[in-house]
Nanobody, 120 residues
């Protein structure tokens, strides 16, 4: 089983920055894609950013130019640098990871979520 643990959420003012971190742990796994999603109460979870094979990135239009996703493959870590935060970025942010385990079985794991609140 692959487990993900996020950290770095909090309360900031509009225009400020936050950095989210997420680490994957487990045995016999290989990550292909890691990403960040967010969810507001009563709404569907939405894509924020993904990174595949440590280099190919994809961003939601609403965060392009403000957020940057990166990985440390040696440590199975993914980061989300969030700059110029807006109140509409307020949400619970979830880390995700997808890849393969022993014998080629695919997995898709989620973290427990971390709250990001942008408010003056």
């Amino acid at each position: 089983q692959v487990q993900l643990v996020e950290s770095g959420g909090g309360l900031v003012q509009p225009g400020e920055s936050l950095r989210l971190s997420c680490g994957a742990s487990g045995s016999s796994f290989s990550i292909i894609t890691m990403g960040w999603y967010r969810q507001l109460p009563g709404k569907q979870r939405e894509l924020v950013a993904t990174i595949t094979n440590g280099r190919t990135t994809n961003y939601a239009d609403s965060v392009k130019g403000r957020f940057t996703i990166s990985t440390d493959n040696a440590k199975n870590m993914v980061y989300l640098q969030m700059n110029k935060l807006k109140p509409e970025d307020t949400a619970v942010y979830y880390c995700s990871a997808a890849g393969t385990r022993a014998l080629g079985a695919y997995f898709n794991a989620w973290g427990q979520g971390t709250q990001v609140t942008v408010s003056s």
